[in-house]
C-alpha cells in the first residue's frame, strides 16, 4: 500500500485522514523508528470507533508488542494493527502530534479482512485492581512501580499470581530484547499476550505508589 498522509507539524496538531479502507497496519515513518511521536490516535470505521488510544508511551507498546528489535540500534519494530487484514469500509484516521515531526504516514495489509482490532484504556486506581477477560492482549504501564502483582487465569484451571518482571517468561518468543522486555520508550509497560485465546482472565493489582493505566486490545 502506499503512503497513506504526512503528518502536519506541530505539538497538538491534528492529522486526519478519510479513506475507503482500512488498511491492516499502520506504520509511521520507519517501521524500525522508535517511536510514532503521537499523544493520541482514533480510528473509526463505518462511523464507530475502534481504536483511542491515549498517551505517547502506551501508543508505542501497542505498536510494538509481538515484534522484535532491530539488529543496528535495538529499537522495537513498529506496526500497529488496525484489523485482520484490509476491511473495505470508509474509514477515519485520526493522529495527534507530539512535536514537530512531518512522518509519513502507511497502511499495509496482506490480505481482505474480517474484523477490526479494537483498543480502549482502563485506570486502575492505587491499592486497587480490575479484572479484563476476552482480549487478545494487555498492556499494563508504571510497571513494575506501581503494581503488586497480576493474576491470570488459564482456561484449563491453572492460575498463579506474577511480578511484571516475570511476565517476559511466558512469552519470551514474541518479547523484544530491550529495557528488561518491557515496552515502549520508557521501557515500564509490561505485556500479557492472548492470541491463542488459552487465557480466561487476567486480574491487575496496584500498589500504594500510584494507578497504572491498562490498554486492552481485543478482535
Not at 463505518?46 to 481504536?51: H, L, P, R, Y
Not at 506496526?79 to 515531526?101: K, V
Not at 483498543?119 to 480490575?130: C, D, K
Not at 503494581?147 to 516475570?166: H, N, P, T, V, Y
Request: net charge negative; glycine share 8%; with cysteine.
Amino acid at each position: 500500500m502506499a503512503q497513506i498522509g504526512t503528518m502536519t507539524t506541530g505539538a497538538g496538531v491534528v492529522t486526519s485522514i478519510n479513506l475507503p479502507y482500512c488498511p491492516q497496519f499502520l506504520v509511521l515513518d520507519n517501521t524500525y523508528e522508535g517511536t510514532f511521536d503521537l499523544t493520541n490516535i482514533d480510528v473509526s470505521i463505518n462511523g464507530q470507533s475502534t481504536v483511542s488510544l491515549i498517551g505517547a508511551d502506551d501508543i508505542d507498546a501497542v505498536a510494538q508488542i509481538r515484534s522484535h528489535s532491530s539488529d543496528g540500534d535495538g529499537n522495537v519494530m513498529m506496526s500497529l494493527d488496525l484489523a485482520d487484514g484490509q476491511i473495505n469500509a470508509p474509514t477515519l484516521i485520526r493522529l495527534t502530534n507530539e512535536g514537530a515531526n512531518t512522518n509519513g504516514i502507511f497502511g499495509v495489509s496482506s490480505q481482505v479482512g474480517t474484523a477490526p482490532y479494537r483498543y480502549s484504556q482502563f485506570t486502575v486506581n492505587a491499592t486497587s485492581n480490575q479484572t479484563f477477560e476476552s482480549f487478545d492482549s494487555v498492556l499494563i504501564n508504571s510497571s513494575p512501580t506501581n503494581l503488586d502483582s497480576i493474576e491470570i487465569q488459564w482456561i484449563d484451571g491453572f492460575k498463579d499470581r506474577f511480578d511484571a518482571r516475570e511476565l517476559p517468561s511466558l512469552w519470551k518468543s514474541l518479547y523484544a530484547s530491550e529495557l528488561q522486555s518491557q515496552f515502549s520508550a520508557a521501557g515500564d509497560i509490561a505485556f500479557i499476550n492472548n492470541e491463542d485465546g488459552n487465557i480466561a482472565n487476567c486480574t491487575v493489582y496496584t500498589n500504594a505508589t500510584g494507578s497504572a493505566t491498562c490498554t486492552v486490545g481485543r478482535i
